[in-house]
Nanobody, 125 residues
């Protein structure tokens, strides 16, 4: 069983950048596909990005494509989300998640069994 802890959230003005990190412990890191999700107040949890076990293949939500980059370091058991050109609509609680059950798309939160506690990202316009 893997435990996930996010860091790096905060407040930034529109157009700025933030980097989120997620540290994993307690499991075999390369077993898991890793994803980032976000949830804004009053809205459902939304897929942001995911990376495969090797880190060679990534998928992004259309809303963040070209602005966000997900990456993982299998030597350090971490996954990161670099967020550039932030917009006010990116404001949400961001959570990293892990799944050993998904092989292809992995965009539904239902596939993910392990979640971090979340970190707040606030973008002011």
């Amino acid at each position: 069983q893997v435990q996930l802890v996010e860091s790096g959230g905060g407040s930034v003005q529109a157009g700025g950048s933030l980097r989120l990190s997620c540290a994993a412990s307690g499991g075999t890191f390369t077993t898991y596909v890793l994803g980032w999700f976000r949830q804004a107040p009053g809205k459902e949890r939304e897929f942001v990005a995911r990376t495969t076990r090797s880190g060679l293949t990534t998928i992004y939500a259309d809303s963040v494509k070209g602005r966000f980059t997900i990456s993982r370091d299998n030597a350090k058991n971490t996954v990161s989300l670099q967020m550039n050109s932030l917009k006010s609509e990116d404001t949400a609680v961001y959570s990293c998640a892990a799944t050993a059950r998904c092989l292809i798309s992995c965009q539904s939160p239902d596939y993910y069994d392990y979640w971090g506690q979340g970190t707040q990202v606030t973008v002011s316009s």
